[in-house]
């Protein structure tokens, strides 16, 4: 090194420059320091991570809240789909005991279930049986046709007559619920032209 190199070199104490060069450059009063920086990026990586959780525990409420509704709906259609079932095989039970009504109201017309006598009796059983399961007969003369519920057999053109109205019940129609077992048939009475 020459003179002209030490000129132009700064000199410093050495217990300064011993610090300086230890801790790296000196804090500005004004300044931010490299602690404050690294602080703030500490921070703004917390904040960052602090949303992305917020994000992602959002995301699951809300799958759990579909997961809920999803299931509640599955329970109450299971519920409605096993009601319906216990109606059909309720009604397909009872389908087999519809020709000993059938049985039991002719064998009323004709007079063979005197009070009293041991058919009758039975014949009460039976009947009440079915009224306990929630059978209802429908299908009633002077009602009027309901092509829904009724099943015309015949059709009778009748003079006044304004609607289609059942003349005459040929078998008695039965449900259990909002289940048909078997639909009433019936002779109808129809406008003459």
Same mark, same amino acid.
């Given at each position: 090194m020459t003179d002209k190199d030490f000129d132009n070199e700064e000199v410093l104490p050495d217990? =300064?420059?011993?610090?300086?060069?230890?801790?790296?450059?000196?804090?500005?009063? #004004?300044?931010?320091?490299?602690?404050? %920086?690294?602080?703030?990026?500490?921070?703004?990586? @917390? @904040?960052? &991570?602090?949303?992305? %959780?917020?994000?992602? &525990?959002?995301? !699951?409420?809300?799958?759990?809240?579909? !997961?809920?509704? =999803?299931?509640a709906n599955y329970r109450r259609r299971t519920e409605e789909q096993r009601e319906i079932e216990?109606?059909?095989?309720?009604?397909? @039970?009872?389908?087999?005991? !519809?020709?000993? !009504?059938?049985?039991?109201?002719? @064998?009323?017309? $004709?007079?063979?279930? =005197?009070?009293?006598?041991?058919?009758?009796? %039975?014949?009460?059983?039976?009947?009440?049986?079915?009224?306990?399961?929630?059978? =209802?007969?429908?299908?009633?003369?002077? +009602?009027?046709?309901?092509?829904?519920? $009724?099943?015309?057999?015949?059709?009778?053109?009748?003079?006044?007559?304004?609607?289609?109205?059942?003349? #005459?019940?040929? &078998?008695?129609?039965?449900?259990?619920?909002?289940?048909?077992?078997?639909?009433?048939?019936?002779?109808?009475?129809?406008?003459? +032209?």
């Open positions: 217990d =300064e420059g011993s610090e300086a060069s230890a801790s790296g450059p000196e804090p500005q009063e #004004e300044g931010l320091t490299v602690d404050d %920086i690294l602080g703030t990026a500490q921070n703004a990586d @917390a @904040a960052a &991570e602090d949303a992305v %959780i917020a994000d992602l &525990e959002s995301a !699951l409420l809300n799958d759990l809240k579909r !997961l809920q509704a =999803e299931y216990k109606e059909r095989a309720k009604g397909e @039970a009872v389908k087999a005991l !519809l020709p000993v !009504l059938d049985d039991l109201d002719r @064998a009323d017309k $004709h007079g063979d279930l =005197e009070e009293g006598s041991p058919f009758s009796a %039975i014949a009460e059983k039976v009947r009440g049986v079915a009224e306990k399961l929630g059978v =209802e007969s429908y299908g009633v003369a002077g +009602e009027a046709f309901d092509p829904q519920q $009724h099943e015309a057999i015949f059709q009778v053109p009748t003079p006044g007559v304004t609607e289609s109205t059942i003349l #005459e019940v040929v &078998e008695v129609g039965y449900r259990l619920g909002s289940v048909e077992l078997r639909p009433a048939k019936v002779v109808v009475a129809v406008p003459a +032209e």
